[in-house]
C-alpha cells in the first residue's frame, strides 16, 4: 500500500510563532503532486499548498512553504507568523495513481 | 463564487436502510471524488469519476455501496444496507482534472447510523 504518514496527532504554536508539520510517504512513482489541506473545525477542506515531485523548488504561498525532500520522501509545511485562523486539521496528500491522504495533525493556535 | 453542493447535510438512519447522497460539483470539472472521513481521521478516498466513468473505485465496499454519475455531471453515492461502521462523514470534491489540480470540497454530509 502507498501510505501517507503524519507522525504529529497534534501541534501547538504560539500566535505570530512558526511551526512545521511532518509528513512522510511511500511511493515507487517518479511522477506525482503532493499537497497540503486544511479542513477548519466545522468548515470546508481547502487547499494550501501544492508541490510537484518533478520541481526541485520548494512551493511557497504567503506564509505557507514546503521542504520538499524528494529521495527521502518528505514533504513538511512550515507555516510562519502563525495566525489564530491558521488553527484546523491539517492534511498531507498525495496524488499520482493513487490518491492517498495522511491521517491528518491538528494545529492549535495559543493567543 | 463556485462551490461544490452536497445534500443532505445531516442523515440519521437505522441499520438496514438505504441511504443517498447528492453531489453537485463546480461546473466544468470532470473529475469527481467521493471521500468517506471517520471522526478525527483522513478521507478514504471512495470513487473517482472522470466525467461519467468510475476511474478508481478500489476502495468501494461494493457489496454496499453504489455510485453513479450518469450525465456526467451531479452525483449520488447510495449504501443499502447501511451498517453502524458507516457513520462518517462523506465528502465530494471536484476538480478540473486528475491529479495535479487542486480538489474542491463540498461542505459533506454526516451519516449517522443507529
Known amino acids: 500500500a502507498q501510505t501517507v504518514t503524519q507522525s504529529q496527532p497534534e501541534m501547538s504554536v504560539q500566535e505570530a510563532e512558526t511551526v512545521t508539520l511532518s509528513c512522510t510517504y511511500d511511493?515507487?512513482?517518479?511522477?506525482?503532486?503532493l499537497f497540503w489541506y486544511k479542513q477548519p473545525p466545522s468548515r470546508q477542506m481547502i487547499l494550501v499548498i501544492r508541490?510537484?515531485?518533478?520541481?526541485?523548488q520548494n512551493a511557497t504561498e504567503n506564509r505557507f512553504s514546503v521542504n520538499f525532500q524528494k529521495a527521502a520522501k518528505s514533504f513538511s509545511l512550515k507555516i510562519s507568523d502563525s495566525q489564530l485562523g491558521d488553527a484546523a486539521m491539517y492534511f498531507c496528500?498525495?496524488?499520482?495513481?493513487?490518491?492517498?491522504f495522511g491521517g491528518g495533525t491538528r494545529l492549535m493556535v495559543k493567543p | 463564487e463556485a462551490e461544490v453542493a452536497q445534500s443532505p447535510r445531516y442523515k440519521i438512519t437505522e441499520k438496514s436502510q438505504a441511504v443517498a447522497f447528492w453531489c453537485d460539483p463546480i461546473?466544468?470539472?470532470?473529475?469527481l471524488y467521493w471521500y468517506r472521513q471517520i471522526l478525527g481521521q483522513g478521507p478514504e478516498l471512495l470513487v473517482q469519476?472522470?466525467?461519467?466513468?468510475?476511474?478508481?473505485d478500489s476502495q468501494l465496499p461494493k457489496d454496499r455501496f453504489s455510485a453513479e454519475r450518469l450525465k456526467g455531471v451531479d452525483s449520488t453515492l447510495k449504501i443499502q444496507p447501511a451498517e453502524l461502521g458507516d457513520s462518517a462523514m462523506y465528502l465530494c470534491?471536484?476538480?478540473?482534472?486528475?491529479?495535479?489540480?487542486?480538489?474542491?470540497f463540498g461542505p459533506g454530509t454526516r451519516l449517522t447510523v443507529l
Open positions: 508541490q510537484e515531485a518533478y520541481k526541485q
Open positions: 469519476f472522470q466525467d461519467e466513468s468510475v476511474v478508481d
Open positions: 511511493t515507487s512513482e517518479s511522477d506525482y503532486y
Open positions: 470534491a471536484s476538480s478540473s482534472s486528475w491529479g495535479r489540480n487542486e480538489q474542491f
Open positions: 496528500v498525495r496524488a499520482g495513481n493513487m490518491l492517498t
Open positions: 461546473s466544468g470539472h470532470a473529475t
